[in-house]
């Protein structure tokens, strides 16, 4: 069993900056792809931000040069960082990670953080 909790959202004015934390636990060998998913009401959600075991990042055209995903291994936590953010950011952001438990890969999810761009 993995569980990946979330942590780092709120309410923030246009401009302002919030950090985003995603912390997995459970019986985990190993962790591949971290991503971060968001998904606005009304809207299909989409991939925001992911980075490989390796290091190896990629980002959505919308949120390039003002976002930055990073991890720390030891602590099986992924981050997102996000700066200069606009009313169009207004969504939840779900963690989502390749775990493998024993010889098994599978996909989990965290619940959720609601993260709000508002004046």
């Known amino acids: 069993q993995v569980l990946l909790v979330e942590s780092g959202g709120g309410l923030v004015q246009p401009g302002g900056s919030l950090r985003l934390s995603c912390a997995a636990s459970?019986?985990?060998?190993?962790?591949?792809?971290m991503r971060w998913y968001r998904q606005a009401p009304g809207k299909q959600r989409e991939l925001v931000a992911a980075?490989?075991?390796?290091?190896?990042?990629n980002y959505a055209d919308s949120v390039k040069g003002r976002f930055t995903i990073s991890r720390d291994i030891t602590k099986n936590t992924v981050y997102l960082q996000m700066n200069s953010l606009k009313p169009e950011d207004t969504a939840v952001y779900s963690c989502?990670?390749?775990?493998?438990?024993?010889?098994?890969?599978?996909?989990?999810w965290g619940q959720g953080t609601q993260v709000t761009v508002s004046s």
């Open positions: 459970g019986s985990i060998r190993s962790i591949y792809t």
């Open positions: 989502n990670a390749d775990v493998k438990s024993g010889a098994n890969i599978r996909n989990y």
């Open positions: 980075i490989t075991n390796g290091g190896n990042t």
